[in-house]
T-cell receptor, first 112, second 114 residues
């Protein structure tokens, strides 16, 4: 079993839709949760990070963490064609914070 | 402020050869880590260096090695290349290796082994 499971998609939605991306993780020791966006042939770009259960909002993006269920989500409101990319969830430990464990990535396409 | 710089961006090597990839972190960042990204396995952690010392290591064979210099620049080396080593190799830097400091990735080095 992988430490982080993420549906690879692909996911295709119309412009303006609300997008929900999800990951589950197996180790309750993970305390650090991130979402990265990766455009084709580019390096991952950090979108959001959080340590605690609950919601964290940044513009059109909301990250949600439920530690009791070991479940993390990213919601994108009013999706735009420029949001088309691969979205990667990542988890980490407070000790050794750079040793991130990534999900497989979900390829998202927003259709105009 | 310049981002994480990786060189070379693209390279093709033959099985059995070795390769060295270079990473210059963001100025002031002392923690550098390396990741391998493939379509099948996704992004996997290789190792992390902080103040010239390897602090964390992933589950890769000893053919994969790295080092960090006093100016925080880092190199990784892969010896006796195999076809399965074809991947995007990403370098990431962080200000102090502590949680809460954003981890920035470079554009990556695309390695093709033929």
């Amino acid at each position: 079993q992988k430490e982080v499971e993420q549906d690879p998609g692909p996911l295709s939605v119309p412009e303006g839709a609300i997008v929900s991306l999800n990951c589950t993780y197996s180790n309750s020791a993970f305390q650090y949760f991130m979402w990265y966006r990766q455009y084709s042939r580019k390096g991952p770009e950090l979108l959001m990070y959080t340590y605690s259960s609950g919601n964290k909002e940044d513009g059109r993006f909301t990250a949600q963490v439920d530690k009791s269920s070991k479940y993390i989500s990213l919601f994108i409101r009013d999706s735009q064609p420029s949001d088309s990319a691969t979205y990667l969830c990542a988890v980490g430990l407070i000790q050794g914070a750079q040793k991130l464990v990534f999900g497989q990535g979900t390829r998202l396409t927003i259709n105009p | 402020k310049a981002g994480v710089t990786q060189t070379p961006r693209y390279l093709i090597k033959t099985r059995g050869q070795q390769v060295t990839l270079s990473c210059s972190p963001i100025s002031g960042h002392r923690s550098v880590s390396w990741y391998q990204q493939t379509p099948g396995q996704g992004l996997q952690f290789l190792f992390e260096y902080f103040s010239e010392t390897q602090r964390n290591k992933g589950n890769f064979p000893g053919r994969f090695s790295g080092r960090q210099f006093s100016n925080s620049r880092s190199e990784m080396n892969v010896s006796t290349l195999e076809l399965g080593d074809s991947a995007l190799y990403l370098c990431a830097s962080q200000e102090a290796g502590d949680p809460g400091n954003t981890i920035y990735f470079g554009e990556g080095s695309w390695l093709t082994v033929v």
